[in-house]
DNA sequence: TGTACATCAGTGAACGCGCGTTCACTGATGTAC
DNA sequence: TGTACATCAGTGAACGCGCGTTCACTGATGTAC
């Protein structure tokens, strides 16, 4: 039966916050409309009273997720100078703690290699996302010329690329090593 | 109706190869045994008498376009000096061809972040799979320290992390920025 | 403010489809004598 | 070397299953008077 306006736009939400940990924990392929409805309580015929298909809802969840990531990542150690914040960023982002739990994590490591194969929507949303990622850099290593431009390219790729083949690697060792290299080789650039 | 031993083995390889350029270009997830078969003009049914089953298949085509694409590798410039090639392995790597043809390219990239999500045997062939672009990267930078380890495991997270964003974004642009960074960086790194 | 009615969020069953896997069957290949 | 037979690579249809999406239906909510 019909629901108030409060209780429509909660679900909505609700069918955003749940795609968007399972996306990110399984990867888009493996979930499906009715798992994310099932996680609600929710039945699959639902769904389509909020979104026009299951690749709306990923573009809405990469946009969402991307927003929700960089916007916590932002609030880091605000008072503090861009190179402590910058080790805070980079800490945080190789820690185990980010690697064993891709469901609340960056959406640009967990589905990055999903999205050459995603709806053209898809693609754009990613894109924003990697924008947004690499603004968040930016304010931990500021810098208006080519140099420092290059220098945050760097640096995401250098994150994206750790965090990723961390969570891949099956060998417990490796994994933890490559957290620790790519942590130590990105502050060491910044000269921290 | 049997077929000769050597057609039977030029089968299986067939069925390899060609799982390995769709698996790379497509992802596994998109991929069904029946697409790998019919483009080989053959139906489901034969592909079980090669393989217990798609999970096995990966598996076995993570190692063969491993050491495929590692092997072809290390046979560049084979003569000129580690920082020559180290040079020559940054650009290649970070190539707009290479960009461009997941297919035929290195599997650790296409390949990563699907890995989380396959069976065990996927994993530990993915592991295998990054030790032997390690040794790739070991040939070039080599060195036996804790820093020269560190380094060559934050070139190969650089590596992966150039080319996967690279291809992800829908801005060609950024892409290309990404590339070059990643490849001026990286070679900065070396010293070269 | 009260009432009659239109709206629409969510249900649950159904749709066509493609998936991985199985299986009885075929006939050329390989082998034992 | 020749023959009789077992093997098995590949066929093509079928299996149960889960997918994304649709739809007639329900009844509480929102709205027009």
Redesign the interface.
Known sequence: MRRSREDTAQTRKKIVETASRLFRS??V??VSVADIMGALGLTVGGFYRHFASKDALVAEVIEAASIASTSRQAQTAPGAAAKRRAAALVETYLSPLHRDH?EAGCP??????????EA?AA??A??KA??RLLAVVAEVVPGEGAES???R??I???????L??S?????PK?SS??L???R???LG?LGT
Chains 1, 2 share one sequence.
């Open positions: 399984r990867g392929a493996r891709p640009v490591a967990s589905l990055c290699a999903e999205i050459p194969h053209p693609k754009e990613f894109t990697l924008q431009r290059a220098e390219l760097f995401a790729a250098s994150l994206v690329g750790g990723v083949l969570r891949a690697t099956s060998d490796l090593e490559l620790r290299a790519v130590a080789r990105i650039t």
